[in-house]
């Protein structure tokens, strides 16, 4: 440290020290961060086993200094559940995209939210599929153009975006939903304390605990990443409202 | 000397899984093996396994990629239908090296097909099965009590080589019963440095992944798992013999039929026809070597293998026979078990030729 | 020695527990068994069959040419396993539901009317298949009565225990109508 300099903001120790591969602007990179400095906070790394998906973030194990299984597409909910079910006491969560959640892998998150289980989706929507070059996803706004909706997104051949912290929060045995964004530094520290209200559910075992990240794509929405974070305040959250859709209720004291 | 029971093979089979250690077991009902779910969902509250009906046998083996990669001994068991639903997740754990074991109780197809017994899966069991160059270690039990000592073996070996490792039966051994002796509990004690238990300060991080993103990262992968692929078969290979040391004619067979087959054997030689009997256990790996020796036995006429198929496992065995001797075949299809009559027939018509 | 044996009727019958009660009763006494199913939709309502082996020796197969002793309770099982009794072998068949005969005369043949004497002398249906039961022991000697009897205290969950004593019964009154 050089004399006269205060150390204000480092890296968290969870993080690798690997350049991400994630595009400029993207908030995969922020996501992982701010789960990574709960985990930190938390002092849970010895206790953290994450589950990875297919799309951009498939390689989210090169970052996150945790022991990390990389589940075949759709499947992070299932392998999840393996995990807890062997570690019921360690930390366990998904880290899924919008096509392996809810499309794809649509019954494996619906039944691993029936049963409860005790462990924490970290849920990243951009209403795209990024990775395989911009198709549409089951959370693709309508009118919205992709490489497969090169028209815009039309409700009659392909039904409505898919909402689905609203959904699983109708299931009894899950215990919290919050949908979250990063596009404001506001926003991503609220995100960072939803993070941490599951983690803490998660330990207390109430259920399972479901946050929906209201994410970007700059690349495949062919915009800037300023752009990008407009087009979320514009069209994104009026679809997909910000907020607290079940949480425990506290215990008097 | 263990417990004597009378017990259907699927029975035979939760019940050794349960001695052998098994910390949990994720399925979905599927005739004819739901017996194994029902009989662990029974005996549960005795023991200390985790049981979990999954919703489907795509979910159900990725809960056992999950709950494998975590260092846990893990089983699932299926039929036909539901195995070829699984081969998604059979491929990762091949590449990822996660152990589990797997039954396939099979039925007839393809398609839905038939409930009752076939032995028309073996192609996708020692081919591999899923997408990818591999191979998991297929047993194939001719009993009740194969039933129940297969499940140990095949723990042992899938953890041994961190690979799943498959028991491949029928709908028969599956529903019938034998008497058996069931095997003693064995104490599991886990030796997984590379599981996903939670990264502790003395070690790296581990990774499970099958993605090696890398053309020459996935070579490399590839290599590796061959070279693995090649110990199994040079240490791992089983298989049985009935009267072949002086035998005119070799049945080849396995699992149910290889019973049909050995009762033919004993009613062809009491009729003066030099009958034997090679049963492989294992399937794959394949015991090519044996079946290169006998084929180069000048007393021996012929080979004829007897499956419920179209015609799969005599692939193998033409391949190892090498053209030294003919090789015939036999099978019924669709369900249908061939009986002795039916054997000896085929044999005597092909000693006529 | 090796017995070969069939039992065949209808789904509901008891044919499969009749052939699992007497292999469970060869298994306590030290022999092998093997009792191989029919299995599927056809347990309710069609037919339904087993074949029990049993032997001082090791069993090869479970499945096999042909019967040493047949025992049917429907005209369908009667025509498919009149024909596949060995030579010298035995048939029994149920007299009362079946009302063709069977036609062999080199097979040794035993009509029983077990639903009429269950259900008149025993007042209980249900345990016909104990009446073929006990006239089959008692006809290939292939187990003792007590074995049988100890099979079903093992075998049947304790909430039927009431119904063991009609079940001896019925073992007897087989036994009855073929000494």
Redesign the interface.
Known sequence: MKEGYELIYQRPKTLTDTRMHYCPGCFHSTMHKLMMEVVEEMDLQENTIGVCPVGCSVFAYEYMNIDVQEAAHGRAAAVATGIKRIHPDKLVFSYQGDGDLAAIGTAETIHACNRGENFTFIFINNGIYGMTGGQMAPTTLVGQKTSTSPYGREPAKVGLPLKMAEIVSRFGRVAYVERVSCNTAANARKAKKAVRKAFEYQLQKLGTTFIEVASNCPSQWKCTPEESLDWIKDHVLPYFPLGVFKEPEKKEK | MGEIKLMKGNEALAEAAIRAGMQAYFGYPITPQSEVIEYLAREEPKHNYVLLQAESEVAAVNMMYGAGGAGGRVLTTTSSPGFSLMQEGVSYMTCTEIPGVFANIVRGGPGLGTIQPSQGDYFQAVKGGGHGDYHVIVLVPNSVQEMADHVFLAFELADKYRIPALILSDGAIGQMMEKLELPDPVPYKPNKPWATTGKTKDRERNILTSLYIKSEDMEIKNIHLQKKFREIEANEVRFDEYKTEDAEVIITSYGLTSRVAKKAVDIGREQGIKLGLFRPITVWPFPKGRIAELASRDDIRFFISIEMSAGQMVEDIQLNVCGKKPVHFYGRMGGIVPTPQEILDTVQSHLKE | MLQEMIFAGFGGQGVLSMG?IL??AA?KEG???????S???EMRGGTANCTVNISDQPI??????EYDLSIVLNLPSLKKFEPKTKKGGILIWENTIIKQKPERDDIRIYGIPAVEKASNELKNVKVMNMIMLGALVTLNQIVKIDSLMKALEDTLPERYHHLLPLNQKALELGMSLVS
Request: net charge neutral; no cysteine; glycine share 4%.
């Open positions: 699992s292999a469970y298994m022999k092998d068994v093997t009792w191989y199913p299995y599927g939709p090869s197969s479970p499945v096999v040419n």
